[in-house]
């Protein structure tokens, strides 16, 4: 798909065909907007998307976020809403929900969360009260702000005290978590991480929260496309609400997802819809429903474990390469390696592999004050890149964080040959 002559065509009942996506007509209205457009197209396919909260989604993603479903007003739920002419928006978000629940095997579904932050709130505002208290990874560790971050509303409402993961492993420590529990009595434990690269034991974090009288919150925003396609357990049976994101390694558009049981349901729905959200945002509920479609086929299954057969051997190759590498390794598509052993610092690192057209973000290490370098394999994995293509990937981010000249027209050799929108 090229972007620059993206027109879709609709047809209006009076037989006429609309187009309301044309960059050209763009163009002639807006000439700095379209710019901004063209140039971040330019920027993403020219450059090699390393983030690991990053993707590409399809064309037909991008075709519903472009309807003009994005014009309508639907507060409320599907057969219960606050304006008129809902019809057919109901009939997407039915779509929604239901793929939603088939994908995840979930008895209920809310596609209406803003983002994964809007769905963490709406699960926290359906089962706590401000003031208590929550047992969540701690932020040093790979915490979201939303687990108790004191520039969260989080952290400001609720009472968190964090665990960690033991500095030797980097492993999440079960039994320093078992032993805050029963200490803190928490009304809630949060389960799940911006950082962990490891599967997270959700049978024993449920084991914990039974122990401790505690709902378990999955915030498995970035695993969840994982989840989706077979490649890394699912927190559903465990977890009282699950929270995640639709964008990451899900594909889908940017925006929060909840699942729950059915006797939470109404609590969650209520929870998003009053509580603290407005109109649901149709458009996107709909490039969802898509994506769910997308995420339940086989070529997403394949996705998914070819995302983690590319973590893992880009891993390698950054140990093998003198990165220290969390965990020494990965299960899922998330790696965080630090560079120090290679004499240089995470940020001096990143602003080095930004010159050379290589995209990721530093995080806090599990030790020490330091911080490392993030990546993820979700978005070169939809480009099509498979092994060798990590190993190469490997080699660039040293000689990038080497200062190597040649390294910026390496990749662009590279990223040319995997277009993430043909045409
Ligand atoms: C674990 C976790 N929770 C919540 C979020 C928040 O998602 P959003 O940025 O859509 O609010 C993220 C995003 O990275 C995340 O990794």
């Known amino acids: 798909m090229s972007l620059s002559t993206v027109t879709t065509e609709g047809t209006a009942s009076s037989g006429a065909s609309v187009a309301y996506t044309d960059l050209d007509a763009l163009r002639r209205q807006d000439p700095e907007l379209a710019d901004v457009l063209v140039g971040e197209v330019v920027r993403q396919s020219d450059s090699l998307q390393l983030i690991a ?12 976020l472009g309807s003009p479903l994005a014009n309508k007003y639907a507060e409320g739920y599907p057969g219960a809403r606050h304006h008129g002419g809902c019809e057919l928006v109901d009939v997407a978000e039915r779509i929604a929900v239901d ?8 008895e209920h579904a809310n596609v209406q969360p803003h983002s994964g932050s809007s769905a963490v709130l709406a699960a926290y505002a359906a089962l706590l009260r401000p003031g208590d208290t929550v047992l969540a990874m701690g932020l040093p560790y790979g915490g979201h702000l939303t687990h108790g971050s004191p520039a969260n509303f989080s952290g400001r409402w609720f009472d968190f005290v964090g665990y960690g993961v033991d500095p030797e492993s980097g492993l999440i420590d079960y039994d320093q978590v078992r032993a805050l529990a029963r200490t803190h009595r928490p009304k809630a434990i949060v389960c799940g991480s911006i950082s962990y690269p490891r599967h997270i034991d959700y049978a024993a974090f449920r084991e914990i929260a039974d122990d401790a009288g505690a709902y ?15 490649a890394a357990p699912s927190p559903v049976p465990h977890a009282d609400v699950v929270c995640a994101t639709t964008h990451k390694v899900l594909r889908g558009p940017r925006g929060g997802l909840l699942l729950c049981g059915a006797e939470l349901a109404e609590r969650i729905d209520r929870a998003v819809f009053p509580f603290t959200q407005g ?14 479609g997308e995420a339940a086929t086989p ?8 995302v983690v057969i590319n973590a893992r051997m880009l ?6 390469a003198g990165f ?9 598509h998330l790696i965080l390696a630090d560079p120090t052993p290679l004499g240089v610092d995470a940020r001096t690192a990143r602003g080095r592999l930004a010159a050379a057209g290589i995209v990721l973000d530093t995080c806090a290490l599990p030790h020490g004050d330091t911080r490392g370098l993030r990546l993820g394999t979700a978005a070169v994995t939809t480009q099509g890149m498979t092994a060798p293509d990590m190993v190469r990937i490997a080699g660039l981010l040293v000689d990038a964080v080497r ?10 050799e590279l990223v040319g040959r995997f277009p993430p929108y043909a045409g």
């Open 99 to 106: 793929r939603a629940k088939a994908l995840f095997g979930a």
């Open 53 to 64: 909260a990053e993707n590409f989604t399809s064309p037909a993603v991008l075709t519903a």
């Open 324 to 332: 220290a590498i969390t965990t020494g390794g990965t299960d899922t």
């Open 315 to 320: 891993a390698e190759g950054l140990a093998a």
């Open 216 to 230: 378990l919150i999955a915030d498995a925003a970035h695993p969840m496309g994982l989840v989706a396609g077979g």
């Open 279 to 292: 109109g649901a945002q149709m458009h996107t509920i709909a490039a969802k429903a898509v994506a769910f």
């Open 403 to 412: 200062e190597d000249p040649n390294v910026r027209e390496e990749v662009r």
């Open 299 to 306: 070529a997403f299954t394949a996705y998914a474990h070819q």
